[in-house]
């Protein structure tokens, strides 16, 4: 899980729909619209999942990307623990 690459995607402005989009199209074995960084498909999914939570989270909170980026390593951590 690379941070940087998260945050970058959640805020480079392409939308929950089009993360979603890339997602599926990994996962079919396609090549994505847009740019995901990661080294291998699943560094890819696990920055389009996290992405996606951020961008849900910041519309549903209203709070800032770098507090969506806090709140999900805190649930990351939460469930690694348990």
Same mark, same amino acid.
Request: with cysteine; charged share 20%.
């Given at each position: 899980?690379?941070?940087?690459? #998260? ?7 392409? &939308?929950?729909? =089009?993360?979603?989009? =890339?997602?599926?199209?990994? #996962? *079919? &074995?396609? $090549?994505? *619209? $847009?740019?995901?960084?990661?080294? +291998?498909?699943?560094?890819?999914? +696990?920055?389009?999942?996290? =992405?996606?939570?951020? $961008?849900?989270?910041? *519309? +549903? +909170? &209203?709070?800032? !990307?770098?507090?969506?980026? @806090?709140?999900? #390593?805190?649930?990351? @951590?939460?469930? $690694? !623990? !348990?």
């Amino acid at each position: 899980m690379n941070l940087a690459n #998260i945050r970058c995607l959640a805020e480079a402005g392409h &939308g929950y729909a =089009a993360l979603q989009k =890339a997602e599926q199209a990994l #996962i *079919e &074995g396609r $090549i994505p *619209e $847009i740019d995901v960084p990661g080294d +291998t498909v699943d560094d890819k999914l +696990t920055t389009l999942l996290a =992405a996606c939570w951020m $961008i849900k989270h910041m *519309e +549903t +909170t &209203g709070c800032t !990307s770098t507090m969506a980026m @806090r709140d999900y #390593i805190a649930m990351v @951590r939460r469930s $690694i !623990s !348990s």
